[in-house]
Every structure is written in structure tokens, then in C-alpha cells.
């Protein structure tokens, strides 16, 4: 128990070093972290660097990278865990999983696209991986949404400071 609270700690100190320093590998950490099913923002990082005089593309890039990355954990763990969690932990019967595939299928894959949304977003991705949908698909819905936040957050900074 010694050893793996002192690797805990290794580890905690590291990540605290990192995250105290603000720069792109700070950003992409923060972005991740923000995009999994931990409350976390990262956008006021990407303010701050843009504030200092971080080029603007390139920081939109890494934030957007970070976050979709995180936003694609989620969806795996829902793929790989999905029937697990519907089942055992959510108890959802079988009649109740075809109706929510239907209405998800027909509404929902759209919505992955509002994944940047706090509360709903990482949710969405959870239950894209559960529904199993088409990993180009959701590619292309998340990163799209995620860019959009971040780049009118970038925009709207930008503007401000000007």
C-alpha cells in the first residue's frame, strides 16, 4: 500500500507541476480531462494562452485535439462497457433498450454534435459508444462541435482584448 501511495503521489505531484504551468501540453491535459466524465473546464486556459500571445490556431488546435481525445474515452467505455452498465447498473429491460435505439437512431446521432455542452456532452458520447454508432460519424460530429466551441471562444477572446 506504501509503494502505490508513494507512485500516487509521484504521479499527483507531476500532474500538478504540468497543469501550474500554462503551455500547450497543459492545455491538451485540461482539454482531456474537461471532455471526460469529470467536471472540469479548460476553456479559460485557452483565454489565458491567448491572452499571453499564444498563436490562436495552434491553440485552438491542441484544446480541440485534447477534448475530442477525451470525448472519444468516453465513447469507448461505453462501447465496452455498454451492455454492462444498460444491464446490471442501469437495469434497463429490453423493451425499454430497443425504444431508446430508435429514438437515438433517429434524433440522437445528431446530438453528438452538441457534445461540447457542459453536463449533457460527455453523457452523449457515453451513449453514442452504448448505441454503437459509426465511429466516422461521431468523429465528425464531435471534432466539429468541439472546434466550433473552441474557436468562438478564441474569436470572442480575441475580440475582447483587441
Excluded at 501540453?25 to 482531456?32: E, M, V
Excluded at 460527455?122 to 472546434?147: I, N, W
Aim: hydrophobic share 45%.
Amino acid at each position: 500500500m506504501n509503494q502505490f501511495y508513494n507512485l500516487f503521489l509521484t504521479y499527483g505531484s507531476t500532474l500538478h507541476d504540468t497543469l501550474s504551468q500554462p503551455g500547450y501540453g497543459c492545455l491538451f491535459i485540461l482539454s482531456f480531462l474537461a471532455s471526460s466524465l469529470l467536471p472540469v473546464g479548460s476553456e479559460w486556459l485557452l483565454v489565458l494562452m491567448l491572452a499571453k500571445g499564444y498563436p490562436p490556431l495552434a491553440t485552438v488546435i491542441t484544446a480541440t485535439a485534447g477534448n475530442y481525445l477525451g470525448a472519444l474515452s468516453t465513447y469507448l467505455i461505453g462501447i465496452l462497457g455498454g451492455e454492462w452498465l444498460i444491464t446490471r447498473v442501469l437495469r434497463i429491460s429490453r423493451e425499454q433498450q430497443e425504444r431508446a435505439r430508435g429514438f437515438y437512431q433517429r434524433y440522437g446521432v445528431c446530438t453528438l454534435f452538441f457534445s461540447w455542452l457542459p453536463i449533457v456532452g460527455d453523457p452523449l458520447c457515453l451513449v453514442g459508444g452504448t448505441m454503437r454508432t459509426d465511429f466516422r460519424l461521431f468523429t465528425l460530429l464531435v471534432a466539429s462541435g468541439k472546434l466550433t466551441r473552441y474557436a468562438v471562444v478564441a474569436w470572442v477572446s480575441l475580440l475582447a482584448s483587441s
